[in-house]
């Protein structure tokens, strides 16, 4: 007796085939979501959810020794790649105990994150103007000023495998930062479109410049400055051991 497709074919290529559908033509910037794209993001939420480490044959890591030195621990972030178009990219993000991928945006990029093993703690910023400073900004250098980003910090939340995925446009939650806690953790990430800085869609990190806290559902505004990226956070690469995935 033959068993039906959707029991045949694995999560992630389902979740790869929604996103595929999902953001075949996403909203832009200042767009309205239409009713179908929103359905279409809602069944890759649902399909998100359901994800597992296992489902990618993925084996949650161990804390790394301490004692060994920093400059023979690796890089402190890896990226497994599952599969990438024109309309999404599609991977695993390690990282390793104490790890951070620094406050970056996405430009005109939708995304959703899921956490397969471990803790992370995510930070989501929306941008309220593209740049310029008024007089209540931070005291800079003039040659600085053009690099300052008034920003709102929308929420810190902590997600683990048993949260639903974290969900970010081009309007809302576009910046966040992402910090492992109590350990190692991994997480699936898609991206759309993915990054390209031929068609303005490059990486940009920032750092806060004014304290800001997030109580219950109070919002802050923050001022943020564009940094090159820091020294201290590099991505490398590893293979992917998970099912295949056919677009």
């Not at 979740?15 to 179908?36: D, N, V, Y």
């Not at 890591?61 to 790649?81: E, I, K, Q, W």
């Not at 919002?219 to 990226?229: A, M, R, T």
């Amino acid at each position: 007796m033959m068993t039906g497709d959707s029991n045949m074919t694995s999560i992630v290529q389902r979740i790869a085939r929604q996103a595929l559908l999902t953001f075949r033509s996403p909203p832009r910037l200042g767009e309205e979501a239409g009713k179908s794209f929103l359905e279409n993001r809602s069944q890759l939420k649902s399909l998100m959810t359901e994800v597992r480490a296992a489902d990618l044959k993925l084996v949650p890591r161990r804390a790394d020794n301490n004692n060994v030195s920093p400059s023979l621990r690796g890089p402190p972030v890896t990226y497994m790649h599952i599969c990438e178009t024109d309309q999404f990219s599609m991977g695993v993000f390690l990282l390793k105990s104490g790890a951070s991928i620094p406050l970056h945006d996405h430009p005109g990029m939708h995304g959703m994150l899921k956490v397969l093993y471990g803790k992370v703690r995510i930070s989501c910023f929306d941008r309220l103007d593209r740049q310029g400073c008024t007089p209540a900004a931070p005291p800079l250098p003039p040659a600085q000023k053009g690099a300052l980003r008034r920003s709102l910090l929308r929420s810190t939340d902590v997600y683990t495998e048993e949260s639903g995925p974290c969900v970010l446009s081009p309007d809302r939650d576009n910046l966040h930062q992402i910090d492992a806690v109590d350990g190692p953790t991994a997480f699936m990430d898609i991206l759309a479109p993915p990054y390209d800085p031929d068609d303005d869609r490059d990486c940009h990190y920032y750092k806060v410049l004014t304290e800001a806290e997030v109580k219950n559902t109070e919002q802050k505004e923050v001022w943020l400055l564009e940094i090159s990226q820091p020294p201290e956070f590099w991505c490398g690469g590893e293979p992917y051991p998970g099912p295949e995935v056919c677009l």
